[in-house]
């Protein structure tokens, strides 16, 4: 009998006990996320800069903002209101200039992807329009299989596959399509980044006064 009190005493205490906790309220949180490879280590505004390779001036860029990541994996910079790239040889003469809308430079894999509206223009006429672009420093590459289009002084090129040499003088263009894909003014520049209209190999030296930034 006094074993059977005992379990009874102990059934309804663990009973109690259990009805009081489920009739609390609990608050459940939830450990806050923290994502420290979306945010940038560095942000700029109103880039005017020179990129520089073992003591050679390279290019300059010019862009409304800049963003450096060196946490996210491959490190990055990121150009998210466009970018105007004006390219050097070893005499600091212009070569060519890059435009588009957002731009990311993998920094550490020296690769470029170019989106919106691309241009490229080189000293020696030709003229190079697409949605998409893509350039590897290390083996002086760049492609697209968006729909290019591509002129020179003697010809005029489209398609929706490209790959040239980084200086654009040895390129080919596959999988011809119409040119009506584009109208004229999408291609429209941003005035901020407008290249001169001054023959492309005439700039004066004295513009290279900037910041220069060693890679």
């Not at 040239?164 to 596959?174: A, K, L, P, V």
């Amino acid at each position: 009998m006094g074993a059977s009190k005992s379990f009874i005493f102990l059934f309804l205490t663990a009973f109690f006990v259990l009805l009081e906790s489920c009739s609390e309220e609990h608050e459940h949180t939830a450990p806050a996320i923290h994502d420290r490879d979306s945010v940038a280590t560095m942000t700029t505004y109103g880039v005017n800069t020179l990129i520089s390779d073992s003591g050679i001036i390279k290019y300059r860029i010019v862009a409304e903002e800049w963003e450096v990541n060196e946490k996210k994996r491959p490190s990055r910079w990121t150009f998210n209101k466009g970018i105007l790239l004006t390219q050097f040889d070893l005499k600091k003469h212009v070569t060519g200039y890059i435009q588009c809308d957002t731009a990311t430079y993998f920094d550490q894999e020296r690769k470029w992807e170019m989106r919106g509206r691309v241009r490229i223009l080189t000293a020696q006429g030709l003229n190079f329009q697409s949605s998409e672009l893509y350039w590897d420093e290390q083996n002086h590459e760049i492609w697209s299989y968006k729909y290019s289009h591509l002129r020179t002084p003697d010809k005029e090129l489209e398609g929706n596959w490209f790959k040239s040499d980084e200086q654009m003088t040895h390129y080919e263009i596959r999988q011809t399509k119409g040119w009506t894909l584009f109208q004229k003014h999408d291609f429209s520049p941003n005035a901020a980044m407008t290249p001169p209209p001054m023959p492309i190999d005439s700039m004066p030296t004295d513009r290279l006064n900037s910041t220069i930034t060693n890679r």
